[in-house]
């Protein structure tokens, strides 16, 4: 197995833990964390230090993946990715033994793919993004990086969706339609029409 390190210690990393495990084609060598969280372990695994320690972590891992979670802002996981990826780092897809990907769909660098999410044929999913818990990404979507799409989504064919972008718990987009980039969409929406770059979408 290769060592891989995992920047973020929150709950999101958690999860991504147990994919890791179950995957079993990596050994995590540890965790980077805040600096109260230094010294701590997640779940069996040591936080070995804070991102400033990440260029000497280099020596210990030539692999890394984002396990900052991201709602509100894609900011913190852009920084780690960039700043990991200008330090040398490889930052490998990770794909969970139970999600179901197309191999003729393409996934990016440093996304993951969680239990149960299911990336079908001709979809196109970028770099550092979160496809979580039973995500449904259909035929010939197109997620741009630095994306989350959240538990239960539903991403129907042909949709498309830019940068930055979170997609709220158990919202679908229907088939086509256009998210900009940097939007939020809360959980629980029906995306039916196009939606402007910065857009935040909370229908009651
Ligand atoms: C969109 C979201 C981030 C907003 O959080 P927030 O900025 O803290 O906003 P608040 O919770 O203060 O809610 C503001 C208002 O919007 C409403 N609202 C919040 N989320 C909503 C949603 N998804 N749909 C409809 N209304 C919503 C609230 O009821 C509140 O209404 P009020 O002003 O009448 O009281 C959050 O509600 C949400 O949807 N989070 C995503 C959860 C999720 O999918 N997690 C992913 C796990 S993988």
Redesign the pocket.
Known sequence: MEPIILVGSGGHARACIDIIEQQGHFSIVGLVGIPHEVGTSVLGYPVLGTDADLPGLRQKSPNALVTVGH??TPAPRIRLFESLAKMGFCLPTILSPRAYVSRHASVGKGTIVMHGALVNAAASVGHNCIL?THAVVEHDVVIADHC?V??TTVINSGAQVGAGTFI??NSSLRELVKVGKNC?I????RVLSDVEDGS?I???
Do not use: P, V
């Open positions: 709602i509100k979580n989350h959240s538990t709220g718990s939020l809360g959980m629980g929406q935040r909370l229908n009651r």
